[in-house]
């Protein structure tokens, strides 16, 4: 809902619970009025009359207090918007007007002097708390070319509180997503990727509470999360009066974003916001429950039960072995059997073939085809691994097209992995890669692609363009165009998100994917931590996780059961990595009863609104999921001390007045002590895990 005040000058964006209001002064300054619990117009024009603050010396009024700050005038924050035409260094407001299109809002500017139109957009559904902000740049000039250094896609105030408290996740390869939480301190706070992609270093989500107050279900949290899939930037300021303000948008530092010439426009991504008053686990859950309504493709369909041969093949590869493995799989209830690396080109090791996707005859004589019918036959569907912006120096495509690299003039081509970086953004590669991926999926019966991206930019060249710092962003929106291209022709195909685990993971990446793969790391203990801290944002549908065999030798060597491995992995998108023919009889017997009890708790798991209920840093933690009358609840005993039973586990979300049964025991319980008591878990020992189900009667 969109309510307009103070004679067209004032607009107050509400949800379900929450409100946002701004408001245009008589000199045009568009100022941050409110985002927090609902409020009316009336309060919101009440807001807009109170006085700005006295002058101060050697300060700016307006700074901490601007919707969207711009380089120029009388500001000292770090801008939002950075402009260079050779004209007037900055941007200079002119309010040109403001259109409400269903629940949309736009306000419109104009920088007369350098010829750019700016439109601050808003969106909030009447049914979430969310609100999506993006600009648009226009160069309306009839010649020249105007260069956007940075151009922010909103900048994010929060109220005046006696002191913040920031959390973010960051990591590395195989350590994604782990939250950490500090006190906010005066100056900037910057996060980012300038990598090429998302990177594995930070997730583009940070959240704020006051004073360090909320906890996992009670008091006020403000987030904010990029959907760009690029390098990026996330600056969180506190100014010298303590105020907070929050930047973010494409692109990593200032050395340009985009130039544009006469008509041409740029358009950022969302960079949505999102208020709280039900702590860090209510923010999750509406973060969750908003991107499974409208930022997820087909968010309402389960994802099956997958096995990937990566594990237990690496890249000696044989259609033989693949209808093996397969055979297995399905024995198991696996309903997705995934190809990985080495099915093409030269590709016996990961020095070559990088770029060839036809299937290697020495391995599939007969194509993928044979092989995906087969496994068709066995009730399952097909997938294959495909990395399509890379290339190996030994393939044929670089040797027919060396020049479709990024690359420096006179500068030696780094390689990481083996690998050089395609320039997506010329057009003729572009074209190339659709051919290829087009033509592979019209033969051949895939149901699933998992689409890695296993290399950042380094010599990020473009020769002979006129602007090549606009490889950066034409990148992406080219990844974005090819992905939407062959989703609109191969309907029927979904798509992983891979980036050596978890480097590219975000909302713009997550509006054209159907799962992501959330780490390399398979180790089931380490992944309780990368999981809780991927569910700080994201939700457990989009979340794969693999089961693999023990002892992890690739990673820490640690000895695990395969219950344990199971139920870490039955937190999300089940997968299985193993090597199945070296698992025993036992083994797969097991393994398939874990499977069976997936599909039972699937839908609760994957769709249901998820609690919290202990952090994984040691001894207990666990998680809930609740849809409907069905609770699922996933325990993990790390390590028990002698005397010191594990304790109960308080349930949340609960009807105090009403009995659930659970299934486990069969034992009835009343919802008040299970919110008040807990629920006893069992969990003994070391690396113990279980899964309780509990159903309302």
């Known amino acids: 809902m969109i309510e307009t005040g103070d004679n067209g000058r004032l607009w107050l964006l509400s949800g379900r619970s929450s409100s946002y209001a701004l408001h245009l002064t008589d000199r045009d300054e568009l100022l941050h009025l409110h985002w927090g619990p609902r409020i009316t117009v009336a309060d919101a024009e009440a807001l807009a009359r109170e006085p700005l603050p006295p002058h101060w010396p050697f300060e700016s009024r307006m700074d901490g207090r601007e919707e969207y700050p711009v380089e120029g005038g009388p500001r000292f924050v770090r801008p939002a918007l950075s402009v260079r035409t050779g004209r007037a260094r900055g941007t200079a407001w002119e309010f040109v007007g403001a259109d409400i299109a269903g629940d949309e809002l736009g306000v419109g500017f104009t920088d007369p002097v350098n010829g750019l139109a700016l439109t601050l957009h808003y ?108 390098s990026w930037r996330i600056v969180v300021q506190q100014l010298p009066d303590g105020r907070v303000q929050i930047n973010g948008g494409a692109g990593y530092d200032d050395a340009g974003l985009v130039l544009l010439g006469p008509g041409e426009t740029y358009d950022s991504p969302v960079f949505a916001g999102l208020w709280s008053a039900e702590g860090f686990g209510g923010a999750s859950r509406e973060w969750h429950s908003w991107q499974l309504a409208h930022v997820v493709p087909r968010s309402g369909q389960l994802r099956p039960v997958l096995y990937n041969s990566w594990e237990a093949t690496r890249f000696d590869i044989s259609e033989d072995q693949q209808r093996t493995l397969a055979h297995r799989a399905a024995g198991l209830g696996v309903e997705l059997f995934v190809v990985d690396d080495g099915w093409f080109g030269a590709r016996t090791h990961d020095a070559a073939g990088l770029g060839d996707w036809t299937p290697n005859p020495a391995r599939f004589p007969g194509g993928l085809r044979p092989l995906a019918e087969e496994v068709h036959g066995l009730g399952m569907q097909f997938g294959i691994w495909v990395e399509p912006e890379m290339v190996n120096p030994d393939s044929e495509l670089y040797r027919a097209h060396p020049d479709w690299v990024q690359f420096q003039p006179g500068r030696e081509r780094t390689e990481f992995r083996n690998q050089l970086v395609l320039n997506l953004a010329r057009q003729d590669v572009r074209e190339h890669l659709w051919g290829q991926l087009d033509a592979l999926l019209s ?170 209920l202990r952090a994984p840093e040691g001894g207990l933690s666990a998680v809930q999921y609740t849809r409907g009358d069905d609770t699922v609840v996933l325990a993990w005993l790390q390590a028990q001390h002698h005397g010191e039973p594990p304790p109960a586990l308080r349930l949340r979300g609960l009807d105090p007045a009403a009995s659930y049964t659970c299934l486990e025991t069969g034992t009835v319980h009343s919802g008040a002590v299970l919110l008040h008591r807990g629920l006893a878990t069992g969990l003994r020992g070391d690396l113990d895990a279980t899964v309780l189900r509990v159903r309302r009667r």
């Open 443 to 612: 033969s051949v019966p895939v149901d699933y692609v998992k689409w890695d991206f296993n290399r950042c930019f380094t010599d990020a060249g473009w020769p002979g363009e006129p602007y090549p710092q606009r490889l950066w962003t034409a990148h992406v929106h080219a990844f974005y165009d090819l992905l939407d291209r062959l989703r609109a022709a191969h309907p029927q195909v979904a798509f992983e998100s891979c980036s050596g685990g978890g480097g590219r993971i975000d909302l713009g990446v997550l509006a054209r994917t159907d799962q992501v793969w959330t780490s390399d790391n398979t180790d089931p203990l380490d992944r309780l931590a990368i999981q809780h801290g991927f569910s700080q944002l994201h939700p457990a549908r989009v979340m794969a996780a693999w089961v693999t065999d023990s002892p992890n030798t690739q990673l820490n060597g640690r000895v695990s059961t395969l219950r344990f491995r199971f139920v870490s992995a039955m937190a999300g998108v089940l997968g299985i990595g193993g090597d199945l023919t070296r698992w025993s009889p036992a083994e797969l017997a097991e393994a398939r009863d874990w499977v069976a009890l997936y599909k039972e708790i699937r839908p609760v798991v994957q769709l249901g609104a998820q609690y919290r």
């Open 123 to 230: 969106r909030m559904r009447d049914d979430f708390d969310v609100v999506e902000r993006r600009l648009t740049a226009t160069h309306q000039g009839a010649d020249g070319s105007v260069e956007l250094l940075r151009a922010d896609a909103a900048t994010w105030t929060l109220p005046e509180r006696d002191g913040w408290r920031l959390s973010q996740l960051h990591g590395r390869w195989a350590a994604e997503s782990r939250l950490v939480r500090g006190g906010l301190t005066p100056g900037e706070k910057v996060l980012g990727s300038r990598r090429g992609h998302t990177g594995h270093q930070h997730l583009p989500w940070v959240a704020l509470d006051a004073e360090g107050a909320a906890t996992e279900e009670s008091g006020e949290v403000y987030g904010c999360a990029l959907a760009w899939s690029g």
